[in-house]
């Protein structure tokens, strides 16, 4: 069975950094197409960030120039560092993989911004 794991959420003030992880298993990670979605309160679940398998990114409006994804194809490893976080950056924060009409999901890590 094919698992996605996400650690590294948490409590952060304002303009603080968290550093998401996702641990794939039992797929070929390096073949997969890879994002990071997040899902506040009450508002539908939203694309934050995708890296293709050559490892071009591209990044929501609200995460550019704040948030870097990355993959480690070694390690089956997905991550998001996220820098100067808002108080509007608090969600839960979900890993996707797909490839070949096959998409798999994480069971989510929260991110809470608050003072």
């Known amino acids: 069975q094919v698992q996605l794991v996400e650690s590294g959420g948490g409590l952060v003030q304002p303009g603080g950094s968290l550093r998401l992880s996702c641990v794939a298993s039992?797929?070929?990670?390096?073949?997969?197409?890879m994002q990071w979605y997040r899902q506040a309160p009450g508002k539908q679940r939203e694309l934050v960030a995708h890296?293709?398998?050559?490892?071009?990114?591209n990044y929501a409006d609200s995460a550019k120039g704040r948030f870097t994804i990355s993959r480690d194809n070694a390690k089956n490893t997905l991550y998001l560092q996220m820098n100067s976080l808002k108080p509007e950056d608090t969600a839960v924060y979900y890993c996707?993989?797909?490839?070949?009409?096959?998409?798999?999901w994480g069971q989510g890590t929260q991110v809470t911004v608050s003072s």
């Open positions: 890296i293709t398998t050559g490892g071009s990114t």
């Open positions: 996707n993989a797909n490839a070949a009409g096959y998409t798999y």
């Open positions: 039992r797929i070929t990670f390096s073949l997969y197409f």
